[in-house]
């Protein structure tokens, strides 16, 4: 690395319990940890993917698509305004498939893991 | 609009402002008031740096996300976007959606990792693979640069708001009113810290949501709860027909103006899970499921809020005259109060003054809670970042990091009142835009490299960040926010040479190129084992603090 002292972990004081280094790479190299990390990163990594290309579809639908954005579907409601509310229903739902993704898939996981490196070992 | 044209009008009169002031001063006393006894109180609770930075971590997540929304609505996004709306209609709204889908960026994929690996700053994060001093550093001049950029639209704009709704235009008034609100912004982050600070947040949120609320409920009450005539009669009314309802009024007049709300878009929806003010609120809970609770609730109460602010937009262009929403403010960023006194009865009557009073009075709290959330991110960087891990070498007792921070927020406030108070005549809104480009290509790339990326080195920390920051500040330099056309900082000069006003297009790529190009280039190579430790915590909360 440097020549520099490295402080300790983000310069921050840990507790005299913290688990060691190898602990952590124990951990890291584990099968409930990697169950973790892919019940995360599939969960989350697509789906960020997804909303950004939505949002920028509408926009780029809102900058270059004029005449099928103004075309009226009932009363004065046209499919701009329909899609824009759309942007807030996936977001709202994304938001909530989340939570209870996170709730049912990672909290458990994590917990446990967490659980054994603080205590148990 | 809404950021920009805060400060681009002319400041024309509401009309009548001046009969309304004292009722409009009461309230906003009392405001002022009610969160000054609030700081009180919780400085008298602030005692160490997990007190003053993050409120002890004694935050619910409802609490938190209510703050957030606090932190994250500026007087921009409440009278802008409903001004935008009034004035251009579909294109208002069109703005409006990029800061509410941002959030997701930053529930997905930042804020319980940084709750869980972090104690106070953007920096902790940042800075917990690589070589502490210069990565810290960098961190440290971004948050400050972000923040500043910021605060300084906030405040020019505090500026402008208050001599549109009290008729105040002098000089010296404009000043004062600067200076009023640094010095209450001081108060509430030194005295308070962030409890205090939080505090202030979640009032004016309850206050901002009830005050759109009985707006929202007036205007469609008028129309009997029918959104397609209240529509139709807006279009109507804004003499520009179904265009109104259309994309293109406001970005659609040339490719340069639709490449521009490309760029800002990007920027937005990148740049909020980068923006250090709304960054550190994370670490204001005590768990990483409390904190991924409060984004949860900031996403439902920004996206009603942005729902109502539908409502006022399109109600203000239903019932006002055009003519007399721009006749008050260019850019129609009084239409929300002059919408709020029509529904109270007009002009000259009690209900008109009540209402439109009670609307400007929150426009103010707004303000307010915004810069203090904004001066305390840059004074918990640089007292965290700077003085304590760099300056200090992480040697400085608590006790010397809680007073430093207390010292860095009163100059750092004085500065902001200073600027605030030379730029009081300048354009300086187009800096907020500038912050999310910053946010998004300083901070953002290195935040996900360092989350998720095992072979991200220092010198793609310090790549990544310095190129984001130095590509985007320069774009926006020679860009017409700061010369070139009349809405222009300095409209007498030119200079420009980059077409347009938001540099995200270029600059965010361009952070997450060079944080890649530094990794690939870097002799040294990526610690396995502080990955694997940063890893773990950022996934399970191990040992967070």
Do not use: C
Not at chain 2, 229 to 254: C, H, M, R, V, W
């Amino acid at each position: 690395m440097t020549t520099e002292a490295a402080p300790p972990p983000g310069g921050a004081g840990t507790s005299a319990a913290s688990p060691t280094a190898e602990e952590f790479e124990a951990v890291q190299r584990s099968p409930e940890f990697a169950a973790l990390r892919s019940s995360h990163r599939s969960f989350a990594f697509p789906l960020t993917v997804a909303f950004v290309a939505w949002y920028l579809l509408y926009v780029l639908l809102s900058n270059y698509a004029g005449g099928f954005m103004g075309t009226r579907l009932f009363g004065n409601v046209n499919v701009a305004l329909v899609l824009g509310l759309g942007q807030f229903a996936t977001t709202f739902l994304i938001a909530w498939l989340y939570a209870r993704h996170a709730a049912a898939k990672l909290d458990p996981k994590a917990d446990a893991i967490k659980a054994r490196m603080e205590n148990g070992r | 609009m809404s950021t920009h044209d805060l400060a681009a009008a002319t400041p024309v009169l509401a009309s009548g402002a001046g009969e309304h002031r004292p009722l409009i001063i009461t309230l906003f006393g009392l405001f002022v008031v009610a969160t000054l006894i609030i700081t009180v109180w919780a400085g008298r609770q602030t005692r160490d740096a997990a007190d003053f930075y993050a409120g002890g971590r004694q935050f619910t997540g409802f609490q938190n996300g209510l703050a957030i929304s606090g932190d994250y609505m500026s007087a921009a996004s409440f009278l802008g976007i409903a001004g935008a709306i009034a004035l251009f209609g579909y294109d208002g709204f069109l703005y409006s959606i990029g800061f509410l889908v941002a959030w997701l960026v930053a529930l997905l994929l930042v804020a319980e990792p940084l709750r869980n690996s972090g104690r106070y700053t953007m920096g902790d994060v940042l800075a917990f693979r690589m070589r502490q001093r210069p990565v810290r550093t960098a961190a440290g001049t971004s948050t400050i640069v972000v923040s500043i950029f910021y605060l300084l639209a906030q405040m020019a704009g505090a500026g402008v708001l208050v001599s549109l709704l009290l008729g105040i235009t002098s000089d010296g008034g404009k000043i004062a009113v600067v200076a009023l609100v640094g010095v209450l912004m001081i108060v509430y982050v030194t005295i308070g810290g962030m409890k205090g600070t939080t505090w202030v947040q979640m009032i004016k949120a309850v206050l901002l949501i009830a005050g759109a609320l009985l707006i929202t409920f007036l205007v469609l009450l008028k129309f009997d709860f029918n959104v397609s005539e209240l529509l139709g009669k807006a279009a109507e009314n804004s003499g520009q027909g179904a265009a109104f309802l259309e994309p293109g009024l406001k970005y659609g007049q040339d490719a340069t103006s639709k490449l521009d709300f490309l760029s800002l878009g990007i920027a937005l929806v990148l740049g909020t899970a980068g923006l250090p003010h709304i960054l550190i609120r994370f670490y204001t809970v005590p768990t990483a499921k409390a904190a991924r609770k409060s984004v949860n609730w900031a996403i439902g109460i920004i996206g009603a809020f942005y729902l109502m602010t539908i409502a006022l937009g399109f109600g203000a262009a239903a019932l006002l005259e055009r003519t007399d929403i721009i006749a008050s403010n260019k850019a129609g960023n009084t239409a929300a109060p002059l919408v709020a006194q029509e529904l109270g009865g007009g002009a000259g009557s009690t209900g008109g003054a009540v209402l439109l009073a009670v609307i400007s009075a929150v426009a103010f709290a707004t303000i307010l809670a915004v810069v203090a959330g904004l001066t305390l991110a840059s004074s918990s960087s640089f007292a965290h970042d700077l003085y304590v891990n760099v300056i200090r070498k992480g040697q400085a007792t608590e006790k010397e990091e809680v007073r430093a921070a207390r010292w860095s927020t009163v100059v750092i406030g004085a500065a902001a009142i200073f600027l605030g108070a030379l730029a009081r005549d300048l354009n300086v809104a187009g800096l907020v835009a500038l912050a999310f480009a910053v946010a998004a290509s300083a901070n953002l790339p290195t935040i996900l490299y360092s989350l998720f990326w095992k072979r991200f080195t220092t010198r793609g920390a310090l790549w990544s960040i310095y190129g984001g920051l130095v590509s985007s500040v320069v774009l926006v330099l020679f860009s017409p926010v700061v010369s070139g056309k009349p809405s222009s900082m300095f409209k007498d000069a030119d200079f420009y040479w980059f077409p347009l006003e938001n540099p995200g297009i270029v600059s965010i790529p361009l952070g997450f190129l060079l944080g890649w190009l530094g990794t690939v280039l870097s002799k040294e190579k990526a610690d396995p084992a502080k990955f694997a430790e940063l890893e773990v915590r950022s996934l399970t909360g191990t040992g967070a603090h």
